[in-house]
């Protein structure tokens, strides 16, 4: 199998080997879609590609509001008072959590101040609010230290949040560093 660019010939790739069952079905991403994965996973079964999440209409770019231009220019950036997370189809993975999770299997970006290193890594974010995430930093881990840096300095730590990051992006940011 050749490397994938995107996720799409990913899916297709996992597909045309067994490796994929697509959920047509209207799934509810409070609780449910954590559910199909977790028994997936459990039971070493195929990918589950969840096409009918209850919330998305007409898919993700639809809800995003992805504009025509973005088949000319594949990178979208939004700031500002448009920006509404709670407006993403983001599921409940767990009764205990504190909210809704958009960030699962996306990336982080972090620089060191000085832009010598940059960092990247998978971590959970929650939606805190329309405009604001809220994540885990662990000591022992990079981010952490990078904002530690940032602090000393007494600025605010740029961090970026990636998400349609192709495969290759997402195992390299999973991977350690030694």
């Given at each position: 199998?050749?490397?994938?660019?995107t996720?799409?010939?990913?899916?297709?790739?996992?597909?045309?080997?067994?490796?994929?069952?697509?959920?047509?079905?209207?799934?509810?991403?409070?609780?449910d879609?954590?559910?199909?994965?977790?028994?997936?996973?459990e039971?070493?079964?195929p990918?589950?590609?969840?096409e009918?999440?209850?919330?998305?209409?007409n898919?993700l770019?639809?809800?995003?509001?992805?504009?025509?231009r973005?088949?000319?220019?594949?990178?979208?950036?939004?700031?500002?008072d448009?920006?509404?997370?709670?407006?993403?189809?983001s599921?409940?993975?767990?009764?205990?959590?504190?909210?809704?999770?958009?960030?699962?299997?996306?990336m982080h970006?972090?620089?060191f101040?000085?832009?010598?290193?940059t960092?990247?890594?998978?971590?959970?974010?929650?939606i805190?609010?329309?405009?604001?995430?809220?994540?885990?930093?662990i000591?022992?881990?990079?981010?952490w230290?990078?904002?530690?840096?940032w602090?000393?300095?007494?600025?605010?730590?740029?961090?970026?949040?990636?998400?349609?990051v192709?495969?290759?992006?997402?195992m390299a940011?999973s991977?350690?560093?030694?």
């Amino acid at each position: 199998m050749s490397i994938k660019s995107t996720t799409y010939p990913f899916c297709e790739a996992l597909e045309r080997d067994g490796d994929l069952v697509r959920v047509t079905q209207e799934i509810d991403p409070i609780l449910d879609a954590a559910a199909i994965t977790r028994i997936v996973y459990e039971n070493d079964g195929p990918a589950a590609l969840l096409e009918n999440v209850k919330g998305a209409k007409n898919g993700l770019f639809h809800i995003l509001g992805a504009p025509n231009r973005l088949r000319k220019n594949p990178k979208m950036r939004t700031f500002g008072d448009v920006v509404d997370l709670l407006s993403l189809p983001s599921p409940l993975i767990h009764q205990q959590d504190g909210g809704k999770y958009i960030h699962t299997n996306g990336m982080h970006v972090v620089q060191f101040p000085d832009g010598r290193w940059t960092n990247w890594s998978i971590a959970r974010a929650m939606i805190s609010d329309k405009r604001h995430l809220v994540g885990l930093v662990i000591e022992s881990q990079h981010i952490w230290q990078i904002y530690q840096l940032w602090k000393k300095e007494g600025k605010k730590c740029k961090w970026a949040q990636c998400l349609g990051v192709p495969p290759a992006g997402i195992m390299a940011a999973s991977m350690p560093i030694r």
